[in-house]
């Protein structure tokens, strides 16, 4: 671990607060209602889950397929697998940004939002707590924000499908 990890637990925890300070001030007085906690909660357990494979595959199709071989199939697993250490907290603080923050925001908002929120989290965690040097920021950052979008851009195309569902059962 690096000296520096609890500045890098301090950004991560400072994320969410903002996120949480501009759902509040938006839906003060406006009849949207109140954030609900399970749409936050899911959001950053999908995130969680889904983000660190996510960008591990993002990494590792194209250094398996550089390499080749007939280990390249288990090398590509245990990238995957082990995506979980470097990512599994930005993943989650990122999701439950965007569980906060999705309410607030257009589609397009909402992609490149989730697509900072997680490059952001993604940095401060593999600076600070991993004690990754600063050469490492862009892939970090690259690897989570390109994540988030993609996960952000899935939520997007489901909940569009499940609205025209609804729309071909009503009418």
Same mark, same amino acid.
């Given at each position: ?46 995130? #969680?889950?889904?983000?660190?494979? *996510? =960008? %591990? /595959?993002? &990494? +590792? ?5 550089? !390499? $080749? @071989? ?50 952001? #989290?993604?940095?401060?965690?593999? *600076? =600070? %707590? /991993?004690? &990754? +040097? ?5 892939? !970090? $950052? @690259? ?29």
């Amino acid at each position: 671990m690096s000296q520096s990890w609890p500045l890098a637990w301090l950004a991560l925890l400072v994320m969410p607060l903002l996120a949480v300070a501009a759902v509040v001030m938006y839906l003060r007085g406006s009849a949207r209602g109140t954030v609900q906690v399970l749409h936050v909660a899911g959001s950053a357990f999908l995130f #969680a889950v889904l983000g660190p494979p *996510l =960008g %591990a /595959l993002l &990494l +590792g199709v194209p250094a398996v397929v550089q !390499m $080749g @071989g007939p280990d390249a199939g288990t090398m590509l697993l245990f990238v995957v697998a082990m995506s979980y250490v470097p990512g599994f907290i930005p993943a989650l603080v990122g999701g439950a940004c965007m569980g906060l923050l999705r309410q607030v925001l257009g589609p397009w908002a909402r992609v490149g939002a989730s697509a900072l929120v997680c490059a952001l #989290a993604a940095v401060a965690f593999g *600076l =600070g %707590a /991993l004690g &990754l +040097g600063m050469a490492s920021a862009p892939m !970090m $950052g @690259g690897l989570g924000g390109a994540s988030g979008a993609l996960l952000e851009g899935g939520w997007l195309w489901w909940a569009r499908r499940r609205r025209r569902r609804a729309a071909a059962v009503v009418s």
